[in-house]
C-alpha cells in the first residue's frame, strides 16, 4: 500500500462515491498535494480499506471514486485496554503504541490513586487522544481505529464491560501472564482456544489500594503477573498487550 492513506468515516461513503472533509482532506490536498485522476488509499473506523480515484478536489471536500474494496482484517482476539490514567506523556506513549499493537478498545480509568486531574478539559484530552491513535493507525499501515472511551471509574468498569476473559495486572499476586497465554493458545488438542475478547486492566503509578484489588477480582478478574521485576505503569501495560498480540493475534 501507498504510504499515503487516509481515514474516512463510514458516514462520508455514498454507494462507490467517497466524501473526504476537514483534516484528512487538508492532508491530502495541501501536504500530500494528491491531484484529481491520482488513486490513493483510505480506512474506515470499521477496518474495511478502499483503493480511489480522486475525481475533484475542492476547497472544502475531496470527492473519489471507490475502484476496489479489501476485506477487513479482523484480530482474532478483541482486546482492550483499560488503563488507568497516567500523566500526560506517558497517556500519549500508551494511546501510540497501543494502537500500533491493534488494540480494540481504550477505557482511560479512575482509580483511588490516579494523581491526574480530568475534570478540565476533558472532552480536548479524548480528542488529542483520537488523534494520536489515527496518527498511530497511519504509521503502522493497520487499518482498525481502537475506540477510546471517557474517563471511567473503576468500580463502573467491572459493573458494565463483558469481555470472554478479563485479567487484572497485578504486582502481589497471580500467574504468570505468560503461562496463562500459552494454556489458552490452542496448540495441543486438550488446549482451549483464545477467547474471542480480553480485557486487560493496568493500574496507575501507585499501584491499586487493596480494596481496589480484591474488589476486582471478587467480579470476576484473573490476576496476572509479568515477574518480579517492578516496572513502571506503562512499561507494564504495553509488555501485556506486546504478550497478547504474540501468542493470540499473529
Same mark, same amino acid.
Given at each position: 500500500m501507498t504510504s499515503n492513506r487516509f481515514f474516512i468515516k463510514k458516514s462520508d461513503i455514498h454507494s462507490s462515491t467517497l466524501l473526504l472533509y476537514g483534516d484528512e482532506h487538508h492532508h491530502l490536498s495541501r501536504v500530500a498535494r494528491i491531484k484529481p485522476e491520482e488513486k490513493v488509499w483510505l480506512f474506515d473506523e470499521q477496518g474495511a480499506n478502499y483503493l480511489a480515484k480522486v475525481e475533484e478536489i475542492r476547497k472544502d471536500m475531496t470527492r473519489l471514486s471507490i475502484l476496489q474494496t479489501l476485506d477487513k482484517n479482523?484480530?482474532?482476539?478483541?482486546? @482492550?485496554? =483499560?488503563?488507568?490514567?497516567?500523566?500526560?506523556?506517558?497517556?500519549?506513549?500508551?494511546?501510540?503504541?497501543?494502537?500500533?499493537? =491493534?488494540? @480494540?478498545?481504550?477505557?482511560?480509568?479512575l482509580t483511588?490513586? @490516579?494523581?491526574?486531574?480530568?475534570?478540565?478539559?476533558?472532552q480536548k484530552k479524548i480528542e488529542r487522544w483520537k488523534k494520536i491513535a489515527l496518527e498511530a493507525v497511519k504509521q503502522s499501515q493497520?487499518?482498525?481505529?481502537?475506540?477510546?472511551?471517557?474517563? @471511567?471509574?473503576?468500580?463502573?468498569?467491572?459493573?458494565?464491560?463483558r469481555e470472554e476473559k478479563k485479567l487484572l495486572l497485578s504486582e502481589n499476586r497471580g500467574k504468570y501472564l505468560r503461562d496463562i497465554l500459552i494454556e489458552y493458545s490452542g496448540s495441543e488438542l486438550n488446549m482451549p482456544k483464545p477467547p474471542s475478547s480480553v480485557l486487560i486492566l493496568v493500574g496507575p503509578e501507585g499501584g491499586w489500594t487493596e480494596e481496589e484489588e480484591e474488589f476486582i477480582l471478587s467480579n470476576g478478574y484473573e490476576a496476572v503477573s509479568l515477574g518480579v521485576q517492578t516496572l513502571r505503569a506503562e512499561t507494564a501495560a504495553l509488555c501485556g498487550l506486546v504478550l497478547i498480540s504474540h501468542f493470540w493475534n499473529l
Open positions: 479482523k484480530p482474532k482476539v478483541k482486546i @482492550t485496554l =483499560a488503563q488507568a490514567i497516567l500523566k500526560s506523556k506517558k497517556m500519549d506513549l500508551i494511546i501510540q503504541k497501543s494502537t500500533e499493537l =491493534a488494540v @480494540t478498545n481504550i477505557i482511560p480509568v483511588a490513586r @490516579t494523581i491526574v486531574k480530568v475534570e478540565e478539559k476533558i493497520r487499518s482498525f481505529l481502537p475506540s477510546i472511551s471517557s474517563p @471511567t471509574p473503576v468500580k463502573k468498569l467491572i459493573e458494565e464491560r
